[in-house]
DNA sequence: AGATCACACCGAACGGCATTCAGCCACCCT
DNA sequence: AGGGTGGCTGAATGCCGTTCGGTGTGATCT
């Protein structure tokens, strides 16, 4: 997995698919100098390596009803490595991660309100060898954005 | 802006393109039970509300070198609601948040090395009103997903 | 009630684009 | 030199995005 390089060319590929991943083949290889079909193999070849995971659609969180963002660094008495599945059962959570220091366990969660944001808390402290929670609260977004593929 | 209300086919159709944003109109139609071109007049308004900001590619930041992620801390002497460019500044920079409580600033930060890393950390202390920082290296990713839509 | 309007959907038609493929070229290895 | 590999071009084909006329429904106004 993972295998073979990425070269400039499709880097470029993929700054320009994150940019816009609807234009046409012949527009996206206009850029990086190919030709339709060169392009379209080269980004049929990064989605097999899995280079290229997947083409979503980004949404605006408060459309949805998800204003509020928040990180909650999550404090444990035990080893929390094989604990994905129970973070990931929890839906308002979009991302989980162990880290280094004192907490054991970072999340991203979006809510509707903040007595959601309450919920989720209640519901991490569910979770086996959770010992404690602190949350962070997003005042402000000033940009999200993807990985730097250049 | 943002005006219409998202009822729940919109829902389930971004939850679909959330998923796979690259299938056929036809087959979108049929998961939520409508025809092609009113599938394809839903999403089009959608993305004229700004509910669906733009179609784009989930790529593996471990194949395109940048594997160290970390959360990053960062405290000020000043009032920082309008630093956003001085942090869309440092290209390595995947997200930045205005936060309530004592740092003011928590960006997402993507390098290859801890060294780029240490270096991303210094031209946070170029930013002006920085005066500390507080690095969280993440040692694994359990999950990162789209926001919930449904 | 009846008329008018707005809105959402369907189904078909058109044209463009994704996808495939044969042929070609450059490079590497033996 | 010869054979194999990988990547590219350019063209052909068929599917799919996109548009549009027509219909049904519910709301508003007279």
């Known amino acids: 997995m993972g295998n073979g390089i990425v070269d400039d060319v499709d880097r470029a590929l ?9 234009q046409a083949y012949a527009t996206l290889g206009k850029v990086v100098g190919l030709s339709a079909g060169a392009a379209h193999d080269r980004v049929r070849k990064l989605r097999e390596r ?10 605006d969180p408060t459309a949805l009803g998800r204003g509020v963002l928040a ?15 129970s973070f990931a059962a929890i839906p308002e959570i979009q991302e989980a991660h162990i880290i280094a220091g004192t907490a054991s366990v970072l999340v991203k969660v979006r809510t509707a309100t903040t007595e959601q944001l309450q919920d989720v808390l209640r519901r991490l402290y569910l979770i086996e060898g959770v010992s404690g929670t602190q949350a962070t609260v997003v005042l402000e977004t000033f940009f999200e954005r993807p990985v730097r593929a250049d």
Chains 1, 2 share one sequence.
Do not use: H, K, P, Y
Request: charged share 25%; no cysteine; net charge negative.
């Open 14 to 22: 993929i700054a320009e698919l994150q940019r816009d991943a609807t």
């Open 50 to 59: 899995g280079v290229i995971r997947r083409t979503t659609v980004d949404v």
């Open 71 to 85: 990180f909650v660094m999550v404090d444990s008495s035990a080893w929390m490595g094989d604990a994905t599945e």
